[in-house]
């Protein structure tokens, strides 16, 4: 499928009103490429950021439901400053000594206020979290990532990124889910321009219903080999598992890791678009059902399975 061509930098035209932002990810409330996506956000409105405290990818969307969370308060300027400085200055590290802000009179880094809080939990948690009790007024909009690796095909069942996602849009908000096509050196600016347009773009749609849901995939590439955008279908399986063992203190211990790529996806998927350097939007839902087809080919599997009151 063509697509339309990136033409970088994004504009990000003025709203007549600010929108109002979740925030969350599963890589981590210390995570670049959730304070890119902040900073990039704030151009378009208020960004409420509530993250894990701590790396949570591969969790999908599970849930803590026989425990309790707890929430902190973080100071957003300085994991901007710290995380994702916006310009050619590389990210600190999380243990490095702070730094004080410019002074008053220094030109504002982002446009609109941006809050964060850390949860002791799931990226699922984090969101549900938000959109249920910290974030008031409630948000326009629900956004997941930008994570550090593709999130591709089938990938999506167990992708904190996506798990987060879901809960924004089972709720009735329009989420975009985010990622980047590398774990090694994620560049984010490119995709931190791209969710700020989208974002921009979907305060100016018509509402639908069930409401816009999009997972987007940028390659790990600079701007100028984008080939351009693709709006895909899932994909089928793109990394699959491999199991490592190791003997300790007479114990053998198992490691599992999605390390194979198998990236099995044929025209109009996003496995194959983002192979050929194309941002893959691909719209989401929630439908496990099948087909008609395969509800009769069911059907006869059962057919006189011998239980329930007609069974003879």
Same mark, same amino acid.
């Not at 400053?81 to 590389?90: E, I, K, M, N």
């Not at 984010?188 to 219903?209: E, G, Q, S």
């Not at 984008?226 to 490691?255: K, M, N, P």
């Given at each position: 499928?063509?697509?339309?061509?990136?033409?970088?930098?994004?504009?990000?035209?003025?709203?007549?009103?600010? +929108?109002?932002?979740?925030?969350?990810?599963?890589?981590?409330?210390?995570?670049?490429?959730?304070?890119?996506?902040?900073?990039?956000?704030?151009?378009?409105?208020?960004?409420?950021?509530?993250?894990?405290?701590?790396?949570?990818?591969?969790?999908?969307?599970?849930?803590?439901?026989?425990?309790?969370?707890?929430?902190?308060?973080?100071?957003?300027?300085?994991? +901007?400053?710290?995380?994702a400085?916006?310009?050619a200055t590389?990210?600190?590290?999380a243990? #490095?000594v702070?730094?004080?802000p410019?002074?008053?009179?220094?030109?504002?880094?982002?446009?609109?206020?941006?809050?964060?809080?850390?949860?002791?939990?799931?990226?699922?948690?984090?969101?549900?979290?938000?959109?249920?009790?910290?974030?008031?007024?409630k948000?326009?909009?629900?956004?997941?990532?930008?994570n550090r690796?593709?999130?591709?095909?089938?990938?999506? %069942?167990?992708? =904190?990124?996506?798990?987060? #996602?879901?809960?924004?849009?089972?709720?009735g908000?329009?989420?975009?889910?985010i990622?980047?096509?590398?774990?090694?050196s994620?560049?984010?600016?490119?995709?931190a321009?791209?969710?700020?347009?989208?974002?921009? $773009?979907?305060?100016?749609?018509?509402?639908?219903?069930?409401p816009?849901?999009?997972?987007v995939?940028?390659p790990?590439e600079?701007?100028?080999? %984008?080939?351009?955008?693709?709006?895909?279908?899932? *994909?089928?399986?793109?990394y699959?598992?491999?199991?490592?063992?190791?003997?300790?203190? *007479?114990?053998? $211990?198992?490691?599992?890791?999605?390390?194979?790529?198998?990236l099995?996806?044929?025209?109009?998927?996003?496995?194959?678009?983002?192979?050929?350097?194309?941002?893959?939007?691909?719209?989401?839902?929630?439908a496990?059902?099948?087909?008609d087809?395969?509800l009769?080919?069911v059907?006869?599997?059962?057919?006189?399975?011998?239980?329930? =009151?007609?069974?003879?």
């Amino acid at each position: 499928m063509a697509g339309t061509h990136c033409q970088p930098p994004l504009t990000i035209p003025d709203l007549e009103y600010p +929108l109002k932002i979740l925030l969350t990810n599963d890589d981590g409330i210390h995570a670049t490429g959730l304070w890119a996506a902040a900073r990039a956000l704030s151009a378009v409105g208020e960004v409420a950021v509530v993250a894990p405290d701590r790396e949570q990818s591969g969790v999908g969307a599970s849930m803590t439901l026989h425990a309790p969370l707890f929430v902190h308060q973080v100071p957003a300027e300085q994991y +901007l400053r710290q995380h994702a400085p916006g310009d050619a200055t590389p990210p600190r590290a999380a243990d #490095a000594v702070w730094e004080p802000p410019p002074p008053p009179d220094a030109a504002p880094a982002w446009p609109h206020p941006i809050t964060a809080w850390a949860v002791q939990g799931t990226p699922a948690d984090s969101c549900i979290l938000a959109l249920e009790q910290l974030v008031v007024p409630k948000p326009d909009l629900v956004v997941s990532g930008i994570n550090r690796g593709s999130n591709l095909g089938w990938d999506v %069942i167990v992708s =904190g990124t996506v798990g987060a #996602a879901v809960q924004g849009f089972v709720r009735g908000y329009p989420t975009i889910a985010i990622s980047v096509g590398s774990v090694q050196s994620p560049r984010y600016d490119l995709a931190a321009k791209v969710v700020a347009a989208l974002a921009r $773009r979907l305060a100016d749609a018509p509402a639908v219903f069930p409401p816009y849901f999009l997972n987007v995939n940028v390659p790990n590439e600079p701007a100028n080999r %984008i080939a351009g955008v693709q709006v895909t279908q899932l *994909g089928g399986r793109a990394y699959g598992e491999s199991v490592r063992t190791e003997e300790s203190f *007479g114990h053998r $211990r198992y490691w599992i890791s999605r390390n194979r790529p198998v990236l099995a996806g044929g025209e109009g998927s996003d496995i194959a678009a983002h192979k050929a350097n194309y941002i893959a939007i691909t719209p989401m839902g929630m439908a496990f059902s099948t087909t008609d087809e395969r509800l009769e080919v069911v059907r006869e599997l059962v057919d006189g399975i011998g239980v329930g =009151g007609n069974a003879g």
